[in-house]
């Protein structure tokens, strides 16, 4: 799993909302890349756990430079959530909550 930085839940403007979970990630090495996320929501606890991953070379002779870097990746969570509901998400070890927003795009009446 990759070390993570910070995490941060972004609304769009739409109708319905849509969630998006920004996620910091470490690269501990030079050698260290961003490999992927994996992302499972448990909605009878109203709970979405994210897993990031990072590759590691495989190669016992490689010498990486020791810098630690980072990488951002904007992961979509959807528009199902029910309004007014409160939501964590949990990337690898780092919690964020959110309530779902309700539309804020009126409606026509006639």
Same mark, same amino acid.
Do not use: H
């Given at each position: 799993?990759a070390?993570?930085?910070s995490v941060?839940?972004?609304v769009?403007?739409s109708?319905?909302?849509?969630y998006f979970?920004?996620v910091v990630?470490g690269l501990p090495n030079?050698c260290v890349e961003? !490999?992927n +996320?994996?992302l499972?929501?448990? *909605?009878e606890i109203?709970s979405?756990?994210? &897993?990031v991953?990072?590759s ?12 630690y ?6 992961i ?8 007014? !509901?409160? +939501?964590?998400?949990?990337?690898? *070890?780092?919690?964020e909550?959110f309530?779902? &927003?309700?539309s804020t795009?009126?409606?026509?009446t006639?």
């Amino acid at each position: 799993m990759a070390p993570i930085e910070s995490v941060k839940i972004n609304v769009a403007e739409s109708d319905p909302p849509q969630y998006f979970l920004v996620v910091v990630s470490g690269l501990p090495n030079w050698c260290v890349e961003f !490999d992927n +996320y994996y992302l499972e929501r448990l *909605d009878e606890i109203n709970s979405i756990n994210v &897993q990031v991953t990072n590759s590691v070379p495989t190669d016992p002779n490689l010498v990486c430079t020791q810098i630690y870097g980072m990488v951002e990746t904007n992961i979509p969570l959807g528009s199902d959530f029910e309004p007014g !509901d409160e +939501y964590t998400v949990i990337a690898n *070890d780092v919690a964020e909550t959110f309530v779902a &927003q309700w539309s804020t795009i009126p409606t026509l009446t006639r």
